[in-house]
């Protein structure tokens, strides 16, 4: 059964900074744990005292909690909603050339900085930021359940990744990525036994289940 959500999550926690900041920025990731395609990173921003009402947004939550259907009905709603957004990601390629974590930060970096208006406080998803621009940031386990614009940060860098990873399907179809998206499934492994590994696997992660060390 597709996920709906709990359609609790409001702008509680952006409302304390709105108070002295216009622009606060959530920022999220998706891609980290897979051996395959890239990591990809979100930055929303939504206008200041945005409250999401009983509207297409009362249904946000974390992208994980939410089925694809309801991933795909909000991905248009928090574009439309939203003040500014972004998205950016960083290819197998240079994940294997500076590490995850590295290439994840510059995910995330990237898709700040392209943003139209360089915020005044980011929100990011997680216990570790290693920010470029001198832009003051907090860190939050969990944020993407917690907090609002991570929430949309999260919806918005999944579906998106999602949607290279089934184009990826296309381009290689006997490794299933359409379905598991890079993802360590068994279906996967066992693709990779069969046929090796696929020009987009990571080349830095390994697969246990196959005996690599």
Same mark, same amino acid.
């Given at each position: ?78 574009? #439309? ?5 972004? @998205? %950016? $990601?960083?290819?197998?390629?240079? !994940?294997? +050339? ?86 360590? #499934? ?5 693709? @990779? %036994? $069969?046929?090796?590994?696929?020009? !987009?696997? +990571? ?11």
């Amino acid at each position: 059964m597709d996920a709906q959500g709990t359609g609790s999550m409001n702008t509680d926690y952006e409302h304390r900074f709105w108070r002295d900041i216009p622009l606060v920025c959530g920022i999220d990731e998706a891609g980290r744990g897979p051996l395959a395609g890239p990591v990809v990173a979100a930055a929303v921003v939504f206008p200041r005292w945005f409250m999401p009402g009983n509207g297409p947004l009362a249904a946000l939550d974390d992208s994980k909690k939410l089925g694809v259907a309801l991933r795909e009905q909000l991905e248009p709603a928090i574009k #439309t909603a939203a003040l500014y957004w972004t @998205v %950016a $990601a960083v290819d197998h390629e240079t !994940i294997d +050339r500076l590490n995850i974590f590295q290439a994840t930060m510059l995910a995330m970096n990237n898709a700040v900085a392209a943003l139209p208006e360089t915020p005044g406080m980011l929100l990011i998803d997680g216990n570790r930021f290693m920010p470029v621009l001198p832009i003051p940031h907090e860190t939050v386990v969990k944020g993407d359940s917690k907090i609002f614009s991570i929430a949309a940060a999260s919806v918005l860098a999944k579906t998106f990744r999602d949607a290279v990873m089934k184009q990826y399907g296309e381009t290689y179809p006997r490794y299933g990525f359409e379905k598991h998206f890079g993802y360590p #499934t068994r279906d996967h492994v066992r693709a @990779v %036994a $069969a046929y090796g590994r696929s020009p !987009i696997h +990571r080349k830095s992660f390994r697969l246990r289940q196959l005996g690599e060390k």
